[in-house]
């Protein structure tokens, strides 16, 4: 009996054993990419922050310089005006993503002739590479070709110059952005609608709950969770843009349109400060790690008080 079950121990033991070596098998080839592509870049980055960095006749020069990088960034105008435009442009974003997404997920919810016409028109523009964004916009803000333009001259309005104008270009950029990335928003409120229990719904509108109430105290409490997951994607996202700003703009006129990932680049590529720049893209790893960890707490914290 005894011999029994040790053999059984012993099978299950090398089972076990079996399965965890496996398992460990099956995960080196992520936790390779990992360090390949995540954690040796960020640890580069850090390293060179620390260090004073040139080009000197073709060779890279470094040597330690504590924290002068990181002390430059607030006497650095520049930098200064790339975070608060950075700043605008995410809050902008985030809240016309948000509205937009909802208002247009409620309707394609509630519509019955046109939904599946109206879902596929609102998720298209998300499958869009940026650089086919950048020039079908361009086209558009064109001066004197641009669909804009013309829509103004057909109503006896003056064109306007929408990318070498401050304002304009400030606008043009969010208005991109908003419209690029509003049906990633539509899609997971889309989601969260469909798994709303309806029946909840329904015995609202028995006791004679009107749809803006409804709207206003079922759908949207249920769907703060997501609306919240959201947010913070959009934050992330917004703060990470590049791509159409620097194809629209290239983060002008006079820095109206410079996020600090234009800027980054600018320090990087044309003056070749690696110290400086990575000084840089450290302090945003930083805040998005803040900005995810408060996420991540905030949510736990709801969850025990659950």
Known sequence: MKSTQIQRKQK????????????????????AFLAIFAIYPLYEMARLSF???????????????????????????????????????????????IILG???????????????????????PAVVAPVVVSVMWLLILDPTVGLVNKILESIGQQPQVWL???????????????????????????????????????AARVDGASERQIIRRITLPILLPTIAVIALLRTIMSIKAFDEMYLLTKGGPDGATSLISLYIRKIFVEIL??????????????VLALIVGFSYLARQKKKAQI
């Open 51 to 97: 260090m004073r960095t040139e080009v000197f006749d073709g060779e890279f020069l470094s040597e330690f310089n504590g924290l002068d990088n990181f002390a430059k960034i607030p006497d650095d105008p520049l930098a200064l005006n790339a975070i608060r435009v950075t700043i605008m442009f995410s809050v902008l974003c985030v809240i016309f993503t």
């Open 12 to 31: 299950f033991s090398t089972s076990f054993t079996g399965r965890r070596a496996n398992a460990v098998i099956a995960l080196l080839p992520f936790v």
């Open 102 to 124: 909802i208002v247009g997920a409620i309707l394609v919810q509630n519509s019955k002739k046109f939904k599946n016409l109206a879902r596929n028109i609102f998720v298209w």
């Open 273 to 286: 400060d690696f110290g400086y720049a990575s000084a840089l893209s450290l302090c945003i790893v930083a």
């Open 164 to 202: 070498d104008s401050k304002t304009g270009a400030f606008i043009s950029v969010v208005v991109v952005d908003v419209w690029h990335w509003t049906p990633v928003v539509f899609l997971f409120i889309y989601a969260g609608l469909n798994g709303i229990n309806h029946e909840i719904i329904e």
